[in-house]
């Protein structure tokens, strides 16, 4: 728990067997529940998933193989948000990156700013290869002309938000770019309860999974035209 609220840590996965084990047994003890949602596995992921299973009570292995274009991260995020329970969620990929010990401090303020959705911005940061600085800088100001809100990294995989807002999150991409419509949806219907926090990237375990210049121009053509999609009616915030 975090200031006396329940935690739930969800992480989609595939094909991460060799770290997964190592990996939780580091997840600290703040985390209620920890939910690996495997999708598409090809390697032991599910095995290994099912033997943590026995020996951590608060891990749970959910498998979804469902995919959009042979990627189904974005399903596999939002199975894993309708099955915790906690009242707030912690989404973080399970390769390690994103430090999810620093969950206490993030959810600290956004107690004091009365936030409901917290993005983790890795943004300004030097040791990240130039490349893929330069592609999230360029959608995220595609975002801030077609959708007038700045944001400095439209693709960070580690949000924190309570889980009574799920359902006016209104996520339906089951790709990649789940990871764009959850930092513009949160901003369209949760107004000033949506911020992003600066984090620190660490050192990835395993292997990436996406051929970042076929992901990068998915994601312009998907920012482009979502913004004239017909929206549902503004919701109001916490």
């Known amino acids: 728990m975090i200031l006396g609220k329940t935690v739930s840590l969800v992480m989609p996965c595939r094909n991460e067997a060799g770290h997964l084990a190592k990996l939780i047994e580091q997840v600290p003890d703040f985390?209620?529940?920890?939910?690996?949602?495997?999708?598409?596995?090809?390697?032991?992921t599910v095995e290994v998933s099912k033997a943590l299973e026995k020996r951590y009570p608060r891990f749970t292995l959910v498998e979804d193989?469902?995919?959009?274009g042979g990627i189904g991260y974005g399903f596999a995020h939002m199975t894993g948000m309708a099955t915790a329970t906690s009242d707030l969620i912690v989404c973080a990929d399970s390769d390690g990156t994103y430090p999810?010990?620093?969950?206490?401090?993030?959810?600290?303020?956004?107690?004091?700013?009365?936030?409901?959705?917290v993005s983790c911005s890795r943004y300004p940061d030097h040791s990240i290869p130039f490349k893929l600085q330069l592609g999230v800088r360029a959608l995220n100001i595609e975002i801030a002309v077609l959708y007038w809100f700045r944001i400095h990294d439209s693709l960070s995989g580690m949000w924190v938000f309570k889980r009574s807002v799920?359902?006016?999150?209104?996520?339906?991409e089951g790709d990649w770019n789940l990871s764009p419509q959850i930092k513009i949806n949160a901003k369209h219907y949760l107004g000033p309860g949506f911020a992003e926090i600066k984090i620190k990237q660490r050192i990835r375990q395993g292997e990436s999974k996406q051929d970042y210049l076929k992901t990068g121009l998915h994601h312009v053509l998907w920012i482009a035209k979502n913004r004239f999609v017909r929206r549902k009616t503004v919701q109001p915030a916490d």
Not at 65 to 68: L, V
């Open 31 to 44: 985390f209620d529940e920890i939910i690996c949602v495997s999708n598409g596995s090809t390697d032991n």
């Open 166 to 172: 799920v359902s006016r999150l209104h996520l339906t």
């Open 100 to 117: 999810i010990d620093d969950a206490p401090q993030i959810v600290r303020q956004m107690k004091e700013r009365n936030l409901s959705f």
């Open 65 to 68: 193989n469902r995919s959009a």
